[in-house]
């Protein structure tokens, strides 16, 4: 017995993305589709298939009738261990009573049917209430409320939930929910009046949300309170006293901090997280202290002496590293002194003044001292670059916040942080949180590449302030290098004369975009796209020239000139007779294409810390295998199968599974956010105005050039982007004010 058959009719349902299925569909569960019939006609191996086809325009999971919950509590992958034998019993035991002894959750008497243990009837009780919470999710979707957002609140407030809604429904926002929604729900399910309180707080929490994903911790008064009047507004609610009322009630209930008497606002969390910091910063320049090295050289005798013992015809600036002695410029020696006599301080400085022989200098000062250096940056592929510049190991930040070397970290210890401009609050809250008071911390970075993605802004802001301990690197080292000092100007805000030799080590091409977007800004929409495709053409041709050696860096991933739409190009133009991969696929009964081919260069989107491959590592696709190739472990067994290999940028050659595909794309073309802190011969950065354009992105991609810099597009847009200040002026952030306060509090010495 397998329940019971209602028709013969079959259907394949079509749910669009805007309807939130709010569980796995599985054999048993019944489904209330309204919707559209249509015949669809498929092709599966060579033969037309038709099938009836239902383009729903609502669907939702009910409950089924009678005995035909058999069925459900047979097959439903929330009832494993029940079984139809054991279904059927509860169902002859109780009948129609089971309904309500699941909702009931009554694990007694369902345990009392012979051959249920407890255990078992535990478990049917708690997959039976994932059903219930689907009436739930149900009237969150009625509201446009999507589903993980209804799933996130269930998780945490289990069988709470509805009573936590009732006392609050803005709760939700706390979960990702849209202020539509969420807002629609509240007024719609509870009656809620447009002027309640708890509408009121939701408005500023709901402001202060898409203000922080702006990047702003401490937004002003008069921005915030234009954000709740655009949430509050309603026909018969004029919003701007409402939007005053909401900020006091926010205050008193917490969830604002008012800074700057009331003209700047924080949310607790960001208050907390930049108070943190601050206080971490403020205990290392407390805590200063003469014995913390001995000095390279007197601070009273402006001559300079060596840390070693000096070699016949060595300068007094060389310092040895690995076996070599480095020369220091004057610049280089007053650094390294200001950053070994500080328990915290910054090293800044642009594209080719000497950053990373100061720090091997620093290193070598460091191990002469007994000094352990732990190295990190934010993405791996910097983490990769900065191991192989400074051959120490280097490890990315979030593998650094738990590494048993962070916790073990004392006074003898210094962490050094490299590529810090990315560095959010929320990150450098996490490393002040994991890094033991008395360890020794160093930022390095260049203020003028990319800011943050996270909110907030640490590197650029303790730059900043006067108190901080910061060695400026401001010396070129490479002369007459054209990149450099096309970056330098860049970097100061100038938009220099380029040349259109494409030959040269610096070049911008912009004809064809002036033949669509730039000139013919009012003309029809496919001329412009004209415009675009003959840059994209362009970019690939100019790849082709060197393939091996170049790298196409984009602002944007969709698009013509997006990082999506350039690595099919490439693609093609370089590897599109290339031998395939593909992976079986049941739902095909057979192989489908993965998008990928022998030869590709790959880029993995996710780190994988048990096999070494990071997020932003870089390969290439050496090897399909078909059929795949049984993996064993070290004891013989199986663990899983290779579908191809791949060289990676850290010289070892992994297997590609099929676990791994999601997480890796084709490389042909990255983003310029992927690429901070790596280098290769020839860049070729697409140029087109967009809201991320800005001169810190064009800076950072200029700067990954060694060789030639090849820019494409709107020159116009360019220009544009270097003369406006960078993103960064305009977040709206604390630090500086919490550390100010917390430095006077201290009477922390200058």
């Known amino acids: 017995f397998d329940g019971t058959a209602i028709n013969n009719e079959h259907f394949v349902v079509s749910v669009p993305n805007r309807l939130h299925i709010s569980t796995a569909v599985e054999v048993g569960q019944w489904w209330d589709v309204s919707g559209t019939p249509s015949i669809y006609v498929r092709e599966h191996h060579g033969l037309r298939i038709q099938e009836r086809q239902i383009d729903a325009t609502d669907i939702k999971l009910v409950l089924p009738n009678g005995r035909h919950v058999i069925t459900l509590l047979a097959h439903g992958q929330r009832f494993s261990g029940i079984g139809i034998s054991k279904a059927t019993r509860l169902w002859e035991t109780y009948g129609e009573g089971l309904y309500e002894l699941l909702n009931e959750g009554r694990v007694d008497l369902i345990a009392s049917v012979q051959g249920i243990s407890e255990a078992a009837a535990s478990a049917l009780v708690s997959g039976w209430k994932t059903y219930g919470d689907c009436t739930v999710i149900q009237r969150l979707h009625a509201y446009g409320i999507p589903h993980s957002v209804a799933e996130h609140s269930i998780n945490h407030f289990e069988d709470k939930l509805e009573d936590a809604l009732a006392e609050d429904p803005y709760r939700l926002l706390s979960f990702s929910g849209s202020w539509r929604g969420v807002d629609a729900f509240a007024l719609g399910h509870y009656r809620l009046t447009a002027d309640d309180p708890r509408r009121l707080i939701g408005a500023v929490e709901e402001a202060m949300y898409r203000l922080l994903d702006e990047g702003h911790t401490a937004p002003p008064r008069h921005v915030l309170l234009r954000r709740v009047e655009l949430l509050l507004s309603t026909a018969n609610n004029p919003p701007s006293s409402s939007a005053a009322i909401a900020l006091t009630e926010a205050q008193k209930h917490g969830v604002l901090v008012k800074l700057h008497g009331d003209q700047q606002f924080q949310q607790l969390g960001a208050w907390v997280m930049e108070s943190t910091i601050a206080r971490a910063i403020t205990e290392r320049l407390s805590n200063q202290s003469s014995d913390l090295f001995t000095p390279i050289y007197p601070s009273n005798n402006s001559s300079h002496s060596s840390i070693l013992p000096k070699r016949t015809g060595q300068s007094d600036m060389d310092i040895e590293h690995s076996g070599q002695y480095i020369q220091l410029t004057d610049e280089q020696h007053h650094a390294l002194q200001r950053i070994t006599n500080h328990r915290i301080a910054l090293l800044s400085g642009g594209a080719g003044v000497g950053k990373t022989t100061l720090l091997k200098a620093l290193y070598r000062h460091f191990d002469e001292s007994g000094i352990t250096v732990l190295q990190g940056a934010i993405a791996g592929r910097a983490a990769q670059r900065m191991k192989e510049a400074t051959q120490r190991p280097a490890r990315t930040l979030a593998s650094l916040l738990y590494s048993k070397d962070l916790l073990m970290a004392g006074g003898q210890t210094i ?7 990315m560095l959010d609050v929320i990150t450098m809250y996490r490393l002040c949180q994991a890094l033991p008071p008395d360890a020794r911390l160093l930022l390095v970075g260049d203020a003028d590449q990319l800011m943050p993605v996270g909110p907030g802004l640490v590197f650029h802001e303790l730059i900043d302030h006067p108190r901080i301990p910061h060695a400026r690197l401001t010396q070129v080292m490479r002369h007459g290098n054209e990149i450099a000092t096309f970056a330098q100007t860049v970097r100061r805000g100038i938009w220099p004369q380029v040349g259109q030799d494409e030959k040269r080590p610096v070049a911008f091409l912009n004809a064809s975009v002036e033949q669509g977007e730039a000139v013919l800004a009012s003309s029809p929409q496919t001329q412009q796209a004209e415009g675009l495709r003959a840059v994209a053409e362009n970019i690939v041709r100019l790849y082709m020239k060197a393939p091996e050696s170049t790298q196409i860096l984009c602002s944007l991933r969709n698009g013509v000139l997006g990082v999506g739409s350039l690595n099919l190009m490439c693609q ?4 599109g007779i290339a031998l395939p ?24 989107n996710k780190n994988h810390w048990d096999i070494g491959i990071l997020n932003g590592s870089l390969g290439r696709i050496t ?3 078909e059929p795949p190739t049984p993996l064993h472990d070290e004891e013989g067994n199986i663990c899983g199968f290779a579908i191809a290999w791949v060289n990676w940028d850290d010289g070892v050659q992994r297997p590609l599974t099929e676990d791994l595909l999601p997480s890796c794309d084709l490389a042909y073309a990255l983003t310029i956010h992927k690429a901070q ?6 860049v070729i950065v697409p140029v087109i105005p967009s809201r991320l354009l800005d001169r810190s992105l064009l800076y950072t991609a200029i700067t990954r050039a060694q060789n030639q810099i090849l820019l494409l597009g709107d020159e116009l847009a360019a220009r544009l982007a270097v003369q406006r200040p960078p993103k960064s002026k305009h977040r709206q952030t604390a630090l500086n004010l919490h550390l100010s306060e917390q430095l006077a509090e201290e009477r922390c010495p200058l």
Do not use: K, Y
């Open 581 to 604: 991969l593909r992976v079986w696929s049941d739902a095909e009964g057979g192989f489908i294409s993965t998008g990928l081919r022998l030869n590709d260069p790959i880029v993995s």
């Open 677 to 682: 802190g790596s280098q290769w011969p020839i």
């Open 572 to 575: 093609a133009a370089a590897n």
């Open 623 to 625: 090897q399909i295998e």
């Open 415 to 421: 962490v050094v942080i490299d590529e810090a401009s």
